[in-house]
Nanobody, 126 residues
Framework: QMQLVESGGGQVQAGGSLRLSCAAS????????IAWFRQAPGKEREFVAL????????YYADSVKGRFAISRDNAKNTVDLQMNSLKPEDTAVYYC???????????????????WGQGTQVTVSS
């Protein structure tokens, strides 16, 4: 499995921005597709965004499309999530996850990923 560590969470007012980072180690990073998920209190964990192993393709949940941007640097073994125009409903623990195989129809399922970080808290106040 790959080891993943998230950073960059914090508290921000509605309309503000945060940039999350996911640092990976333990495997060949460029072999893995990387996704961000989030889990709000009392809710199930949900898919946020994914970037393919070569960085050529990105996918987003409808709720964040146009506000969030996922990117990766395979030389640094990192994936970032730039979050703009944040809303209170974006408040959650954000996790990065990795998979070496990915079917587009399955990318939103937690079970498609075999490595997870510990999460970083994002709180957006109104």
């Amino acid at each position: 499995q790959m080891q993943l560590v998230e950073s960059g969470g914090g508290q921000v007012q509605a309309g503000g921005s945060l940039r999350l980072s996911c640092a990976a180690s333990g495997r060949t990073f460029s072999d893995y597709h990387i996704a961000w998920f989030r889990q709000a209190p009392g809710k199930e964990r949900e898919f946020v965004a994914l970037i393919t192993r070569n960085g050529f393709n990105t996918y987003y949940a409808d709720s964040v499309k146009g506000r969030f941007a996922i990117s990766r640097d395979n030389a640094k073994n990192t994936v970032d999530l730039q979050m703009n125009s944040l809303k209170p409903e974006d408040t959650a623990v954000y996790y990065c996850a990795a998979t070496i195989t990915m079917l587009q129809r399955a990318m939103r399922r937690e079970t498609s990923y075999d490595s997870w970080g510990q999460g970083t808290q994002v709180t957006v106040s109104s």
